[in-house]
């Protein structure tokens, strides 16, 4: 995610295997297991912050820049994973919460800048059973967020107002959904929240 070349080999292959590239999917990411402002030095907050948002972010523009051609060329779509915590706080820690609202304002100014030949829109799932994992200037390179499955249920359940906690799959129709020209044809720079409900609760 952090090396832009990485990005133009991708969009490169997929042209040559499959003659055009129809949607971007940005999704890949790293968190801060809540870790507060209070629980960092100068040195260690700009180390995270620096690998955070390399990959939360920096990955996510990269991703869009390698593609936009491609993209242009098919009227195409981009998707962008975003979160419960790109509105609301207490979804992560402070670097990740800012990470995360700074993706729903890259879904707006890249919808604004690509249109009209690219829709761009995100997915904001809450919290989902995945390997999600920290950064290695937190010492969590390691850990993810689902190492402990039934804790995980436990604790994310309760705080849910579906009461459930979500997995991957919960999230796939809204992907599928906005990546399809002709079944959302009108929608671009939105984020659909797929969050059990915690979002109306903070409303």
């Known amino acids: 995610m952090r090396d832009y070349a990485v990005h133009a080999d991708a969009v ?3 042209q040559e295997r499959f003659g055009r590239l129809d949607v971007l999917v940005a ?24 690998e955070l948002f390399a990959v939360n972010l920096r990955g996510y523009l990269y991703a869009a820049m390698a593609a936009r051609e491609a993209l242009v060329a098919s009227r195409g779509a981009i998707v962008c994973t975003a979160s419960v915590a790109s509105f609301h706080a207490g979804g992560g820690g402070i670097l990740y919460t800012m990470g995360k609202h700074a993706v729903a304002g890259m879904v707006k100014q890249l919808a604004l800048e690509l249109a009209p030949d690219v829709r761009v829109n995100g997915v904001g799932p809450g919290g989902t059973l995945t390997r999600l994992g920290g950064t290695e200037a937190l010492g969590h390179a390691g850990r993810t967020i689902g190492g402990d499955p039934a804790q995980f ?4 359940g309760a705080a849910v107002p579906l009461g459930f906690a979500q ?29 059990g409900g915690v979002a109306a609760r903070s409303v």
Do not use: K, W
Not at 40 to 45: A, E, G, V
Not at 153 to 156: G, I, K, Q, Y
Not at 176 to 189: H, K, R
């Open 12 to 14: 490169a292959r997929a």
């Open 27 to 50: 999704n890949a990411g790293i968190f801060d297991f809540r870790r507060p402002l209070r629980g960092y030095d100068p040195q260690t907050l700009a180390a995270t912050m620096d």
């Open 153 to 156: 249920d436990a604790r994310v």
């Open 167 to 195: 997995r991957p799959e919960h999230h796939t129709g809204l992907y599928v959904l906005l990546a399809s020209g002709e079944n959302a044809p009108a929608v671009t720079g939105e984020i659909f929240m797929s969050d």
